[in-house]
Antibody
Framework: QITLKESGPTLVKPTQTLTLTCTFSGFSLSTSGVGVGWIRQPPGKALEWLALIYWDDDKRYSPSLKSRLTITKDTSKNQVVLTMTNMDPVDTATYYC????????????WGQGTLVTVSS | EIVMTQSPATLSVSPGERATLSCRASQSVSSNLAWYQQKPGQAPRLLIYGASTRATGIPARFSGSGSGTEFTLTISSLQSEDFAVYYCQQYNNWPPLTFGQGTRLEIK
């Protein structure tokens, strides 16, 4: 059974750095073809893809946010970490981590999401 | 960046009837398109990938069609649990992966 769960602060101040952790089970991020990504959703709005890390440590970022994002993995802990610098109120959203379907670009397993509010 | 446009924004359909949702890409995405269902307070759920392949456990009343720039998600006979927001997503040309703005399917 594949599960993912996001964790991190629920409230950050403007200009601070956000660090979110995705802890997963049921698969290994050392298996060829496996990838874990982050997607966010502002309240009442659409989904926005942020970043993806592959089993071989290859990384992809949204071009519009690339300068602010870093994605890393700890295979031994079954975790993927996303950091986003210089947080702004417009970054208030539910942040999801999800497993990319092998050989596809869609995401077939999602965490429950974690709401991050950016406010002073 | 490929822009995905969904229509209509809101669709009102009676239970038992057919629902047809549309998604258009700003340039060809071949068949590299997925559909998701999202209910309030829940994560998205993958319904369709490869434009027409149902994901594991998805009922046969959900079907996807199209290629290139025009795609359709059809729900053949709406059940009460199908009323939700639906998103399309392209993965042909990325980053970034891009989603449509969603179609809200509501009870008529």
């Amino acid at each position: 059974q594949i599960t993912l769960k996001e964790s991190g602060p629920t409230l950050v101040k403007p200009t601070q750095t956000l660090t979110l952790t995705c802890t997963f089970s049921g698969f290994s991020l050392s298996t060829s073809g496996v990838g874990v990504g982050w997607i966010r959703q502002p309240p009442g709005k659409a989904l926005e893809w942020l970043a993806l890390i592959y089993w071989d440590d290859d990384k992809r970022y949204s071009p519009s946010l690339k300068s602010r994002l870093t994605i890393t993995k700890d295979t031994s802990k079954n975790q993927v970490v996303l950091t986003m610098t210089n947080m702004d109120p417009v970054d208030t959203a539910t942040y999801y981590c999800a497993q990319k379907r092998p050989r596809g670009g869609d995401y077939d397993y999602w965490g429950q999401g974690t709401l991050v509010t950016v406010s002073s | 960046e490929i822009v995905m446009t969904q229509s209509p924004a809101t669709l009102s359909v009676s239970p038992g009837e057919r629902a047809t949702l549309s998604c258009r890409a700003s340039q060809s995405v071949s068949s590299n398109l997925a559909w998701y269902q999202q209910k309030p307070g829940q994560a998205p759920r993958l319904l369709i990938y490869g434009a027409s392949t149902r994901a594991t456990g998805i009922p046969a009343r959900f079907s996807g069609s199209g290629s290139g720039t025009e795609f359709t998600l059809t729900i053949s006979s709406l059940q009460s649990e199908d009323f939700a927001v639906y998103y399309c997503q392209q993965y042909n040309n990325w980053p970034p992966l891009t989603f449509g703005q969603g179609t809200r399917l509501e009870i008529k």
